[in-house]
Every structure is written in C-alpha cells, then in structure tokens.
C-alpha cells in the first residue's frame, strides 16, 4: 500500500503514525481518552492531507476507504441500537421504575459521554479520516501529474 508523509522524509503509514493512533483508540475501548485520541489522529490525519503531505496511491486508498467503509457499516449498526437505548424504557408506573427509567435514558442521550454523543464523535472521526484520505489520493495524482509534465518537458 502506498502512503507517504513526505514531511516525514517520505516514511510509510504503518504500525506507527495517524491510523495507528486511531487504531490504538478503538482497541482501548470507548473512553474519553480514547475517543480524544482518535479525535486528533484523525485531525492529523485531515491537516497533514490538506497541507500536501500526505499523499496515498490508488491501492492504498482503496484499502484504506474499504476499512473506513467498514466502520461506517458498524457505525450504523450503532446508530440503530443507540434509537433503542434513548426510547424511555417501560419500568413501570411506581416512582423508582420512572426514575429508574428516566436515568437509563439519560445514560443514552443527553449527556456529553452518552451512547449517542459518543456515536456521534465517531461518525466525526470516520469523516474525517475518509477526508483526510480523499485529500491524500488527489495530492498524490496532482504530484503524479507534475512529474509527468516534468518528463514531457
């Protein structure tokens, strides 16, 4: 796969650097760290390919893009089990089963750490990345196409 940081001195995007970082961030588990961490890898990632260093053959990117693909897939899944989480569960009448009730809700929605905000912070992460990628494929066809007019001169 080919992915180059060219600040970097040209270095592969491998075990180390921005999808590593994000990686790392998914297997930890869902935690304010570990989202805060995929956060910036992603930035990274984003601000690297905007500013042209970042840049990603074909291949690469469709494999990268397959595996973002793959995470919007259960993204989605996640949104859809999130919808259950938010509806106010029916505990009962009684005081407690509407507290009770109310608190499982809250636990789904509203909150900063709640199942839907945290679903939504990944779906900023997915974009991200996949913008980041989208940049880096064009920065590298825009480097590719100079150094065919280069040739042709």
Do not use: C
Not at 12 to 18: A, E, H, V
Not at 66 to 82: K, Q
Not at 103 to 124: F, I, K, M
Not at 143 to 150: I, L, P, S, T
């Amino acid at each position: 796969m080919g992915v180059n940081i060219p600040a970097d001195g040209g270095g592969q995007l491998g075990s180390t650097g921005f999808i590593a970082d994000i990686v790392a961030a998914v297997q930890t588990g869902v935690s304010d760290q570990a989202l805060n961490q995929a956060k910036q890898a992603a930035q990274g990632l984003k601000n690297a390919a905007a500013s042209g260093q970042l840049r990603i053959t074909e291949n690469g990117f469709d494999a990268l893009m397959a595996a973002i693909n793959t995470g919007y897939t259960e993204l989605s899944g996640l949104y859809l089990a999130v919808n259950n989480v938010i509806q106010t569960p029916q505990l009962g009448t009684g005081p407690y089963a509407q507290r009770v009730a109310g608190h499982v809700q809250q636990g789904g929605t509203g909150l900063a750490n709640s199942a839907d905000a945290v679903v939504e912070q990944w779906q900023q992460i997915l974009d991200d990345t996949r913008d980041a990628l989208v940049q880096a494929k064009k920065n590298y066809e825009d480097n590719e196409h100079g150094n065919v007019r280069v040739l042709k001169s």
